[in-house]
């Protein structure tokens, strides 16, 4: 069987980093996450910072604008649960927060206790006072992520793209 | 449960501490206390735009120091928290070892309390080490001040050797009067950046 061709929507994603000037991509490792996490840590342009929790991340990207920095927090659904009462860090003082997040829990998933953060993740951001952008499609990616990167970094707002399993692909346990 | 050990009793008082740690500063030291005292204690030792006091958040002291310390690496960046603060962020000592950010110091002011829910004893009361944990983590130094003469060593490496630093300093469980600086995050925010970056 030939190779599987790589999916090529993370590129278009580090794409727009590069364009955004994101200079800080700040991550707990993650499956989906790790073609574009492997991009950036081949930019020289780009620090990487691994986490050993989300949370930690919403305080690196703040630390990184008040120096004059932006930033990248990626993450999977269940790392959006780490993350609520530090977002307030994030709204009330009106943080830029760029948060790529992959989903788990939310089509074809096979382990269940992935569900209760997966069907949460949308609902608990939107209380949080984060703006949700869904990416249901790879070839939406450049857009969607270019978009919520505009209205994070111009409006000073948090955004989040919830990536789907659509897109990722389901995690196989064969 | 482990019960509160007996520690040599701190003489060390956490105001004079936190003007040590920023007495005469320039604009080239940028610096982040954590939620509670340490904020109180900084806005005593004077106002400047190039603090950004916290009023929630906890645990986040280190990390916003670790974010500031890698888009600013000509500065230095002094995070100077609580232990009770400290502790809510543990991982991130390991994240900024991963790091090593040359320009960055955490100062914990220790007083082995959480002075702002009525002075109930942290780990740090119980026996826990943040120094030993900092120095496990892979920090390039770190070490627990007790006294005046060991403080003023101590600055010195906060303020100026390659990072990361760490200090764990002991002072006794006072509750000096409040000093209440500036609360709205965008306000802290944007004169912050202002005073680092010219017009935001």
Known sequence: ?174 | MRKPIKQAAASLERRAVMRALVAERGDDLLVVPGLGSTTYDLAAAGDHPLNFYLWGAMGAAAMIGLGLALAQPKKRVLVATGDGEMLMGLGGLATIAVQRPRNLAIAVIDNERYAETGLQHTHTAHGVDLTGIAAAAGFESAQTIRSERELAAAVELLRHAPGPIFATIKVRPDRPPFVLPEKDGVELKNRFRRALLGAA
Request: aromatic share 6%; net charge neutral.
């Open chain 1, 1 to 174: 069987m030939p190779p599987k061709p790589r999916p090529a929507w993370p590129d278009r994603i580090y794409d727009v980093f590069v364009r955004e000037r994101v200079r800080q991509v700040v991550y707990v490792p993650d499956a989906g996450h790790s073609r574009l996490i492997g991009r950036c840590q081949g930019d020289p342009h780009m620090k990487s910072v691994v986490l050993t929790t989300e949370e930690e991340g919403i305080g690196v990207l703040a630390g990184a604008w008040l120096g004059g920095e932006r930033g990248a927090l990626l993450m999977q659904s269940s790392g959006v649960g780490n993350c609520i009462n530090m977002l307030s860090l994030a709204t009330v003082c009106r943080f830029p927060l760029l948060m790529l997040v992959t989903m788990r829990g939310e089509w074809g998933e096979f382990n269940p206790w992935q569900i209760p953060m997966g069907q949460g993740t949308p609902p608990i951001l939107e209380e949080a006072g984060v703006l949700i952008y869904h990416l249901t499609a790879a070839d939406a990616a450049e857009e969607t992520v270019e978009a919520a990167a505009r209205i994070a970094f111009n409006g000073d707002r948090a955004a989040a793209v919830l990536i789907s399993q659509r897109v990722i692909g389901a995690k196989s346990f064969k």
